[in-house]
T-cell receptor, first 115, second 109 residues
């Protein structure tokens, strides 16, 4: 069974631009969660999608948004990029909604650098 | 709110035993998970404890005390490949998985 895939793996943008990251979950998984990882901050929960609906959201500004498609693939978008958005963005898939009670399967992440 | 505390770094030698502690503050607690992440890699699931006690999976064991809001990950017979970051994470009735800041384990020969 193929794992979670994320594209692109690396991205360099400049301040003010916007970016879209993509995540394909494991086949059969309907929940996709997104996390931001920065040194010293661990993994910060961004949001979780299940059956094309955002079911949960972390404490991030509205510049961070996402969506999920009928095939469970998910995208996250960051608009008006700031230097502080430089991070590794990880997505994770699981069978059921409610991240934590189910094992989360993580993708390799997208390394975003904002210049 | 929710918060977790774990040591930032732990060092040990091959063959030794190391314990990584995690204390948490959260309401509506469901369980405590542990994830391993090698440098440049994705986090991978190690264990999940919802009930008090010790759960063993090979060389790794995880413990939870709900009354003390405390858990730990025990790694035995350490190998060089165990050098990685280890994250505890709590799940609760917020349905969010909240991670600690991670403990970097360095195993020396």
């Amino acid at each position: 069974k193929a794992g979670v895939t994320q594209t692109p793996r690396y991205l360099i943008k400049t301040r003010g631009q916007q970016v879209t990251l993509s995540c394909s979950p494991i086949s059969g998984h309907r929940s996709v969660s997104w996390y931001q990882q920065t040194p010293g901050q661990g993994l910060q929960f961004l949001f979780e999608y299940f059956s094309e609906t955002q079911r949960n959201k972390g404490n991030f500004p509205g510049r961070f948004s996402g969506r999920q498609f009928s095939n469970s693939r998910s995208e996250m978008n960051v608009s008006t990029l700031e230097l502080g958005d430089s991070a590794l963005y990880l997505c994770a898939s699981s069978l059921a909604f409610g991240s934590g009670k189910d094992e989360q399967f993580f993708g390799p992440g997208t390394r975003l650098t904002v210049l | 709110g929710q918060s977790l505390e774990q040591p930032s770094e732990v060092t040990a030698v091959e063959g030794a035993i190391v314990q990584i502690n995690c204390t948490y503050q959260t309401s509506g607690f469901y369980g405590l998970s542990w994830y391993q992440q090698h440098d440049g890699g994705a986090p991978t699931f190690l264990s999940y404890n919802a009930l008090d006690g010790l759960e063993e999976t090979g060389r790794f064991s995880s413990f939870l005390s709900r009354s003390d809001s405390y858990g730990y990950l025990l790694l035995q017979e350490l190998q060089m490949k165990d050098s990685a970051s280890y994250f505890c994470a709590v799940s609760s009735n917020t349905d969010k998985l909240i991670f600690g800041t991670g403990t970097r384990l360095q195993v020396f020969p």
